[in-house]
Every structure is written in structure tokens, then in C-alpha cells.
């Protein structure tokens, strides 16, 4: 299959969107340090792209290079120097040998974070990509400035997507999973917002080759923000663990964060959630359904 998209970060849920693009009948090209963790039909090139890109095959777009391209980096810390390693010096390193080889893609789709947006008290308040809370911790104001950077530094004629997961879980990620079994959850009040991996991963697929025009901001997140007590106590449940640490002395204490991510706009392109709520999701994982990638 002719390569015609290339793959910058090939993680867990850069392995997911790769795997899903391929299914489309997508040739995809993936960018890891270590390509022999890139399952196939992925096709893995080792490389680290604070030093830029490597060689790369040819790619069936103009120039020769690939008409999607997809940046879904991770940064390995939670430091700010790490962050701005990853987010802002490893994405220019890119966008600068994108433009250098005379690349044009069709599309190109850079994997943010809601941690880029700020934790602003909104009561019951829904937030969507309009809302104008600035990133009020360094690493998302890293983030922030990322999304710009990448936006600004595409080639002319290169519809750019910005895309914001809210909190991630899925196979493999189930620190929450075990908070529960041990009873032990901090800030049971705070409103949480969550996405299914495979859902995030299949929003990324959606925006980048649905034939309607895509705005350049999206929140992937799930149709049922909810105060961690809440998803708690459902896991409780089905775990077959006491809930009482998590039912009991609701209210009181006042939650450190209540805003609730509305998918309005992702849901208006007409994607459809596997896992619309974590019921489904953590069902799902629970029945040990789905893998990790490596």
C-alpha cells in the first residue's frame, strides 16, 4: 500500500489512531524512537523529532509527502522542561522539515490536552472551545502556546486541527480502577471528564478524513462529566468492593474543580461515541476487553 500519512508519535493512542487509519485503507508511516514497537501494518522509522524528521519513504502527496499528517506526542514527564522539549521545540522541529521538504498536507491534526485550557470554577456550567479560561499551570500553558505554534506554522493551504482529549482511560490505564480497590480516592467531589481511548482515537480518524470542512479546535470528551464519587462508586460496585468509602459523607468537602466539557461541537460533525459514558467504558475494560500498545 502507497504511504499517505505520516504517523509523529506512535504511543499507546498514537498506535490506536495508526491502527484505525490503516484499517481505513490508510498506508501510514509512524515516527518512534523505538520502531520495533510499531506493530504492523504501521509501517515504524526510528527517530526523534527534537532532531527533526528522519529519512522517510516516499508518500503519495505532493512532493512526496503525505496528505494527513498526525502529531501525537508524549512528553514522559510531567515537567515543564519536558513539556516544552516534547510540545513546543519537538513540534517546530517538524513543521520546520515539513515546510523545508515542500510539504503540503491536506490535513494535519496535532493531539493536545484539556490541560491546556484553564481549571476555572464554572458551578454547572457546560465548557466548550469557546471558552476563554487561560491555562493557569505551566505545563498547559506550554500546551497552549503548542496549539498556536502548530497552527500558525502549517503550510499554506494545510486545514490544521487541534483536538483536546479530556482525561484518557482504557485498557492498560487503570489507575483509577485501582484507587477504588483500595479504597483510597482524593477529592471524591471534584466533577471529572473522561474519554475512552478508542473513542479518542477514532475522533482523531473522524476529523481527519470526514469530507466536511473541520473547525481547527475540538474537545474529545465523553457525554457524562461526573463527580469522581460518583464513577467510584459504580466501580465499587461491580468490583465487588465496599462502597461506603465513596458514598459515604457526600458534599463534604468542596470540590477543587467543577467544570463539565461539552462534546457539542465533536458530536455536531456526526462522530458517534463507542463508550458515551464510563459506564460503558469501564464495563468494557473491566470484561477485559481491548489491549494496551506498548
Known amino acids: 500500500m502507497t504511504a499517505d500519512t505520516l504517523l509523529i508519535g506512535a504511543g499507546d493512542l498514537g498506535t490506536e489512531i495508526g491502527l484505525r487509519l490503516a484499517a481505513a485503507g490508510r498506508g501510514v508511516v509512524a515516527v518512534r524512537r523505538r520502531a520495533a514497537l510499531v506493530p504492523a501494518p504501521l509501517v515504524g522509522v526510528a527517530g526523534d523529532v527534537s532532531d527533526g524528521l528522519p529519512d522517510l519513504p516516499a508518500f503519495d502527496g505532493a512532493g512526496d509527502g503525505p496528505r494527513l499528517l498526525v502529531i501525537c506526542l508524549t512528553a514522559g514527564g510531567r515537567s515543564e522542561e519536558r513539556y516544552r522539549a516534547t510540545f513546543l521545540d519537538g513540534v517546530d522541529a517538524v513543521l520546520r522539515d515539513v515546510a523545508a521538504r515542500g510539504w503540503a498536507p491536506e490535513r494535519a491534526l496535532f493531539v493536545s490536552s484539556t490541560g491546556a485550557m484553564g481549571h476555572a470554577q464554572n458551578g454547572d ?73 478508542d473513542d479518542a482515537a477514532a475522533a482523531v480518524v473522524h476529523l481527519l478524513t470526514v469530507s466536511s470542512e473541520a473547525d481547527e479546535l475540538y474537545l474529545l470528551t465523553d457525554d457524562a462529566p461526573a463527580p469522581a464519587r460518583e464513577v467510584a462508586t459504580f466501580l465499587a460496585r461491580e468490583l465487588g468492593v465496599d462502597t461506603e468509602p465513596f458514598t459515604g459523607h457526600e458534599g463534604a468537602a468542596r470540590p477543587s474543580a467543577t467544570r463539565r466539557l461539552s462534546n457539542a461541537r465533536l458530536r455536531g460533525t456526526g462522530f458517534t461515541l463507542t463508550y458515551p459514558t464510563f459506564r460503558e467504558g469501564y464495563a468494557s475494560i473491566l470484561a477485559g476487553e481491548g489491549e494496551r500498545h506498548p
Open 125 to 197: 456550567a457546560w465548557v466548550d472551545e469557546t471558552s476563554s479560561d487561560a491555562a493557569d499551570t505551566p505545563t498547559g500553558r506550554v500546551l497552549a502556546e503548542a496549539e498556536q505554534n502548530f497552527l500558525a506554522g502549517l503550510p499554506v493551504g494545510t486545514r490544521g486541527i487541534v483536538v483536546r482529549p479530556s482525561g484518557l482511560y482504557g485498557p492498560g490505564r487503570e489507575w483509577f480502577i485501582d484507587q477504588v480497590r483500595a479504597g483510597n480516592l482524593a477529592d471524591p467531589d471534584r466533577m471529572t471528564n473522561r474519554i475512552h481511548r
